[in-house]
């Protein structure tokens, strides 16, 4: 189960902090990652990690955001700085899953809001 937080309304250039903890069963959780979606629009990757830490950024998040992942306690942040109009969307966290040589799976979480006003 992924439970995300610290979504809300900020003007633009503010900056906010998402977290995403993770809970139950999280030894299949190879990657980690945020992805949103505007209204009308598709849902599309924000950032993503490894479990040793490599990420890799939407060309929209490079220089603004930052991801980062703390494996002991399965949980995940996504600092976005200098946020735009553009950013206001439904953030969701996901986990990437895969135990031994099974299919990989996606848990998702329920989403939280960002709302950047011009």
């Known amino acids: 189960q992924l439970m995300e937080s610290g979504g809300g309304l900020v003007s633009a250039g503010d900056s906010l902090k998402l977290s995403c903890a993770a809970s139950g069963d999280t030894s299949c959780i190879f990657a980690m990652g945020w992805y949103r979606q505007a209204p009308g629009k598709e849902r599309e990757l924000v950032a993503r990690?490894?479990?040793?830490?490599?990420?890799n950024y939407a060309e929209s998040a490079k220089g603004r955001f930052t991801i980062s992942r703390d494996n002991a306690k399965q949980t995940l942040d996504l600092q976005m700085n200098n946020l735009k109009p553009e950013d206001t969307a439904v953030y969701f966290c996901?986990?990437?899953?895969?135990?031994?040589?099974?299919?990989?799976?996606?848990?998702w979480g329920q989403g939280t809001q960002v709302t950047a006003s011009s």
């Open positions: 996901v986990a990437d899953e895969q135990c031994g040589t099974d299919a990989q799976w996606h848990t």
């Open positions: 990690i490894n479990s040793d830490g490599r990420a």
